[in-house]
């Protein structure tokens, strides 16, 4: 997926599974910590597109699951942690049925400064905005990414993604007809 961070978390499959996850899913914290593993599997399978309701709209929201999201949430799903969870990031605790936010948060902080970034740049928000910004730059296609962050608003879309005058005029000017 993103090459340089996954470079530190190739041994620790609950991590990587879990950064895979957030950049496909396109998820808010709160939604991502609570998937179960009926999210995203079928018959044994890790399923190639997965439904999720969210928590903020009620709406259910569609993703894709690529190869390597796939690859690595099945070595997650071998380890020993995850028998008979219902959830796919068990908490550790009996009391606690998934992780919380706040430790998604701090597993994200730690990724961060792990390749020497500042943590204080990036966040869980930051995972929900990777893919869906890098689809709208290569395609300009503000519906798609509206419809895969499931907005209801076209306007939530437009400053989400910090889409200027600027920008409009250069896909504007990359159309010929």
Known sequence: MCGIWEIGLAEN??????????IDSKLRGCDLVK????DIM?????????????????????FEISEGTRSS?????????????????????????????RQYARIVRDWVTSIGLEASAYG??????????QIYKKTGNLRAVQLLLGHTKMDSTVRY?????EDALAIAEAMEI
Not at 35 to 38: I, S
Not at 124 to 133: A, D, E, G, Q
Not at 161 to 165: N, Y
Request: overall charge positive; aromatic content about 6%.
């Open 42 to 62: 079928a018959s044994g399978q890790i399923k190639e597109r997965a439904s999720v309701l969210q928590s903020k709209t009620q709406k259910p929201v569609r």
């Open 73 to 101: 949430v099945e070595r997650w799903m071998e380890d020993e942690l995850m028998v008979g969870s219902e959830y796919l990031w068990p908490g550790r605790f009996h009391e606690r049925l998934h992780i919380s936010t």
């Open 124 to 133: 869980t928000h930051s995972m929900r905005r990777t893919k869906v910004t």
């Open 35 to 38: 998937m179960k593993v009926v």
């Open 13 to 22: 499959h609950r991590d990587l599974a879990l950064f895979n996850m957030a």
């Open 161 to 165: 993604l910090g889409v200027e005058l």
